[in-house]
């Protein structure tokens, strides 16, 4: 039976909404990011205990965190991480300064509340808990607050896996999009991370002629590149199906009554998964989310073309977010895209990261699972294909399990989706006290 020192407490979970709050008041939005504050923030803390710390730049104002707190290395270490910058915000288009960190109707609301620097203050309490009740870990626990996820990771997990592997070298790392609540109907589902896909970031390029707009030209650049856009954003690539979606779909429909769980298996079968989603599945927000799941992504989000009203340029640029299911390769999805535009367009990959998948039939990924439903009983874990990409991109290349585990328990009529990225991003106070304990009983859990 735990002691009351393994518990979390109520003055645990003010801490910890203090140090979020905080967290979101350091403006890092990426570019340029200026994560070296929100890293000199968490230094001052780690110092204050007595815990040495690294902070490391690759450029100025670039920071990355690393600290460690030793075992008796009986296990391997387990990595707790969090990306320190953040998407820009509409400030106009928000209900609250989106840097105040302000509580308000039992939420905290934010740039980052939820991607992710709820994550980084979690795992910063639970690692000063750890620090300050002295308890015996069996594996390192290794503490990284990185920069510049939200544009590549090339300053943040790239560098370090490049530069630094030795600081965060583990078997297993606690990462970002999982362990939130899914109902469905009267089930309670938790996704855990164990699969994300790759992203492939291009510039389309369409040429044509140019001249003055009194007298319209055909083969207009600009023109034909927007219908490329169109098609874009219109038009589902095909449909691919992977295991990590396939085990995901079977365990959501394990749970459900006939017939839905007929309908939710009908979303992995190619000739039928578009209509299910179109025409039958009640929930369009989700309906999209699942469709993300076998298809590739090709999303137009920037245009360049010339540069006077009254002149048709001869030119017109797009940039395009791609993203690429596991089992599929860039090559793949470039000739997906290509087919679907038509000829006459140059496309350059701007960067590309491949998908990733995670073993998770071990003991560790059963902790998580036992964890989320000890604190949520009738909660029903399932493995979850992530449908952007993360850190967990680069962690993997040393080897690290990578699991998405940032554990939030969400009002039904709040989806986790529609809280990343968007206008007025906030998290419940409920959820911090709820994730705050589930990350503590899997520390303890696997490091005692």
């Keep these: 039976m735990m002691n009351d020192g393994l518990k979390i407490t109520d003055q645990d979970i003010q801490e910890c909404i203090t140090h979020l709050q905080n967290l979101i008041r350091i403006n ?47 296990e391997q270490p387990l990595l707790l991480t969090s990306h320190l ?10 209900m609250t300064d989106p840097f105040s960190g302000e509580e308000k109707d039992g939420f905290i609301w934010g740039r980052g509340a939820v991607d992710m620097k709820h994550m980084s203050a979690m795992e910063l309490c639970v690692f000063l808990k750890a620090h300050r009740e002295k308890i015996p870990l069996k594996r390192d626990l290794i503490l990284a607050a990185v920069a510049d996820e939200e544009t590549g990771c090339d300053y943040g997990s790239k560098w370090l896996v490049n530069h630094h592997s030795d600081l965060i070298r583990a078997e297993y790392a606690l990462n970002e999009v999982g362990a939130f609540s899914l109902p469905i109907d009267k089930k309670v589902f938790y996704p855990i991370g164990v699969a994300e896909k790759g992203s492939c970031w291009l510039r389309i390029i369409a040429t044509g002629k140019t001249g003055h707009t009194s007298l319209p030209q055909d083969e207009q650049a600009l023109a034909n590149l927007g219908l490329a856009a169109h098609k874009l954003a219109n038009t589902s690539l095909p449909f691919h199906s992977s295991k990590p979606a396939r085990k995901f779909i079977d365990c959501l429909a394990k749970h459900q009554p006939f017939p839905k769980n007929l309908i939710l298996k009908g ?11 179109n025409k039958i599945f009640p929930d369009k927000e989700r309906a999209r989310n699942f469709h993300s799941m076998f298809h590739n992504l090709a999303t137009p989000t920037v ?20 993203r690429v299911l596991p089992g599929q390769s860039t090559d793949e999805f470039i000739q997906e895209v290509k087919a679907l535009i038509g000829p006459g367009f140059q496309i350059e990959i701007l ?10 039939k071990n003991e560790f990924y059963k902790l998580l699972e036992n964890t989320l439903i000890k604190h949520d009983p009738g909660a029903i874990p399932v493995p979850f294909l992530i449908p952007g990409y993360t850190d967990a991109k680069h962690y993997s290349r040393l080897g690290i399990k990578c699991y998405g585990f940032t554990p939030m328990k969400l009002p039904p009529d709040i989806s986790f989706g529609s809280l990343f990225h968007g206008h007025d991003e906030r998290i419940p106070v409920a959820s911090i006290d709820f994730g705050l304990r589930v990350l503590w009983d899997v520390i303890v859990g696997s490091s005692t």
């Design 28 to 74: 890092t939005t990426n570019p340029p990011g200026n994560e070296l504050e929100a890293c000199k923030y968490i230094a001052k803390i780690l110092k204050k205990e007595k815990i040495d710390y690294h902070i490391l730049e690759p450029v100025p104002e670039r920071g990355n965190l690393i600290a460690r707190l030793s075992g008796d290395g009986s």
């Design 267 to 277: 979303i992995q079968k190619r000739f039928c998964s578009n209509f299910v989603l």
């Design 85 to 94: 910058d953040v998407v820009p915000a509409e400030t106009k288009k928000w």
């Design 303 to 322: 245009f360049h073309s010339g540069s006077k009203i009254n002149v048709i340029a001869s030119k017109a640029e797009m940039l395009v977010d791609g």
């Design 351 to 360: 960067k590309a990261q491949e998908p990733i998948i995670t073993n998770y």
